[in-house]
Each structure stands twice: as structure tokens, then as C-alpha cells.
């Protein structure tokens, strides 16, 4: 419920900063000036957001390479079954879980986990 609360307080400050631009649509999660997020946005924040973690290259990371890459390490090393994987994705069956987000990604697993290291090493760093 803080999190909302914060993201209330963030937004009225948006909305004071931007003035007479701001376009109120109620939402609680908005562009800069009010309207309805779409994917650019999206993309824009989510880069922002992992900017500057070494060893990282923001520009070629989506959201979409974070949710596959959560369905892969969770399918290969996470000790979860395909259907826990298909619910926390949100997902009525496994179909979609097995077709389109798991990805067998053993040979690189070593590579991937070391950046998450360095991710994390640098997060708690912070």
C-alpha cells in the first residue's frame, strides 16, 4: 500500500512540474504528462532503470528478455515445475509457458548467472 501511496505522491509532483500538458485518464501508472503508458514508454523506463549496472547493455534489454529470462532460469535451475512457472506468469495452461517463454539456455547459464551476480553485487552496493 506505501508503494501506491508513493507512486500517488511521484505522480502529483509529475503533474504540478507539467501543468496545463498534464492529461488526467485517473490511471495510476502514467507516461510523464498523464497519458496511458505504451510500449515505448515502457521500454524507456525499464532502460532507464537498468542503466549504469556494469556489464549491462540497457539498449538491448525489454521487458520481454526480463520475462523470458525469468521462465528460462526458473524452468532450468529454479526447482519449480512447468505449471508453478505457468502461475506466476500468469498463464491459464503450460502451453505458452513451454512454447514460447521456456528456453533451454544451459550453455550459457554460467555467463548469465555471473551477470546476475555482478547485477545484484552492484544493487546491494547501492
Known amino acids: 500500500m506505501e508503494a501506491l501511496k508513493q507512486q500517488r505522491r511521484q505522480q502529483?509532483?509529475?503533474r504540478n512540474?507539467?501543468?496545463?500538458?498534464w492529461k488526467e485518464h485517473e490511471?495510476?501508472?502514467t507516461s510523464r504528462i498523464g497519458t496511458p503508458l505504451d510500449a515505448h514508454n515502457v521500454r524507456r523506463e525499464f532502460r532507464n532503470a537498468i542503466r549504469g549496472i556494469k556489464g549491462i547493455y540497457a539498449d538491448a534489454w525489454t521487458p520481454r528478455e526480463l520475462r523470458?529470462?525469468?521462465v528460462s532460469l526458473l524452468s532450468d535451475d529454479?526447482?519449480?515445475s512447468i505449471d508453478e512457472i505457468a502461475k506466476l506468469c500468469g498463464h491459464a495452461s503450460t502451453t505458452v509457458t513451454e512454447t514460447v517463454y521456456r528456453h533451454q539456455i544451459r550453455p550459457v547459464i554460467q555467463t548469465g548467472a555471473l551477470a546476475m551476480d555482478r547485477i545484484f553485487d552492484d544493487i546491494a552496493d547501492a
Open 78 to 80: 529454479g526447482g519449480l
Open 17 to 21: 512540474a507539467t501543468g496545463q500538458r
Open 68 to 70: 523470458h529470462s525469468f
Open 27 to 29: 490511471l495510476v501508472f
Open 12 to 14: 502529483a509532483n509529475e
